[in-house]
């Protein structure tokens, strides 16, 4: 891979205005599956199963964007707000500058007053907007593993540079809510399996249990107890369990549940997982699973200069999101992929970003989807490249 020249100060200059840019927003935005929030869609689509996947995925998939024709409202995405906040203590801990600090206090006093509503067992976040899948429906502000899951993170990342005991009670709550109202798809004496969602589903998608092992396995650290450790360690040999013999994770088990094979950002997800999860428990026996999926993932979704792939076997939609993902997942391992990061971030910032905050989302073979949404562009960019920072 060709060396880059992005130094800190140009790094630290486009997080400054990232950041700013979305502040500006209020930290609202667009969101990529969020078709149905549009009153105009849901009056003449909102009725079924498939005439709602085709308002989402059209406008998804758009060349252009039609949130404002559609009056599609800008809203408040947890995970979005949790990105933000973890790239902020990422700056704090490297600059010790309080302002970050204090921005990423102020984002999590946002998420403790957005919870999703209703009578779940604990702490919970999910999409501000109607979500229809293949498999499920799920109505605006459902909770959602993989999203709480992120919020409790940023959460776990506060408690670690502040010590503040509340951050850590975020996160008790929400580990109720991930072992007593998630639906179980899977358990015996050594492997345990989450749904995505508090609904009926049988589609078991790899990352959500091995994020919720992390979860418990950081939480367990810092509050120096075990209770849950069989859980962390069922939920995260399930995930392991279904590494394939050349190292890579399908996005389902089995595989065919779904049309992803092996994509960019969740074989990411699941990495940096397993990861934390080997850090917190000191348990090191995956290692070897981990390295080879880290080597499968810098060979075989990203291209040598930089640019993410979609998936094992596509190149285009170049997406924003998958950039991010392997600025997070390969920072840490400068030694072993010494300019991979910087060479993503570095393609990142040349082909994706407008040079006044705003981050777009896709670049297709012929044409570039220059608009942002919010939460998949800024906040996953704003994550990945203070970590980048922390990091260089």
């Not at 229809?132 to 992120?150: E, K, L, M, R, S």
């Not at 589609?203 to 994020?211: C, Q």
């Not at 076997?313 to 997070?328: C, L, S, T, V």
């Amino acid at each position: 891979m060709a060396e880059t020249k992005l130094s800190n100060t140009k790094i630290y200059s486009v997080l400054n205005d990232v950041f700013l840019w979305s502040q500006n927003q209020g930290f609202r935005g667009y969101n990529k599956h969020d078709g149905l929030n549009s009153p105009i869609l849901t009056l003449f689509l909102g009725w079924g199963k498939w005439p709602r996947i085709v308002a989402i995925q059209s406008v998804m998939r758009c060349p252009i964007n039609l949130r404002s024709f559609f009056n599609i409202k800008k809203t408040y995405n947890p995970k979005g707000l949790a990105l933000f906040a973890q790239g902020s203590l990422d700056l704090y801990r490297y600059t010790q500058n309080e302002q970050h600090l204090q921005n990423a206090e102020t984002l999590l006093g946002i998420l403790q007053t957005i919870k999703s509503p209703g009578k779940w067992s604990g702490n919970c976040w999910g999409y501000h907007y109607p979500w229809q899948d293949p498999g499920f429906f799920a109505p605006a502000n459902t909770p959602n593993a993989v999203v709480t899951c992120f919020v409790c993170e940023a959460f776990l990342d506060a408690y670690e540079v502040t010590q503040n005991s509340q951050y850590l009670d975020t996160v008790a709550r929400a580990i109720e809510f991930f072992l007593n109202d998630l639906t179980i798809l899977k358990d015996t004496n050594e492997e345990l399996c989450l749904a995505y969602m508090p609904l009926p589903m049988s589609m078991r998608v790899l990352d959500v249990s091995i994020l919720i092992g992390s979860v418990i396995a950081r939480f367990e650290k810092y509050k120096k107890t075990t209770c849950y450790r069989n859980h962390a360690d069922r939920l995260v040999r399930y995930v392991i369990n279904q590494q394939t013999d050349y190292a890579a994770w399908f996005y389902t088990d089995p595989p065919e549940d779904s049309r992803i094979t092996h994509d960019n950002y969740h074989t990411g997800f699941i990495l940096d997982a397993l990861f934390r999860y080997m850090k917190s428990t000191t348990n090191f026996s995956y290692n070897d699973y981990y390295i080879n999926g880290l080597e499968y993932y810098a060979k075989h979704l990203f291209n040598k200069n930089g640019s993410p792939k979609w998936m094992h076997n596509k190149d285009y939609p170049f997406d924003i999101h998958g950039a991010a993902q392997g600025i997070i997942t390969f920072s840490p391992h400068m030694e072993k992929f010494p300019d991979l990061a910087n060479s993503i971030a570095a393609w990142a910032i040349d082909n994706m970003y407008t040079g006044n905050g705003r981050f777009y989302y896709q670049k297709t073979r012929y044409y570039t989807k220059k608009f942002t949404l919010l939460r998949w562009c800024n906040a996953w960019m704003y994550r990945a490249l203070a970590k980048l920072y922390r990091y260089k």
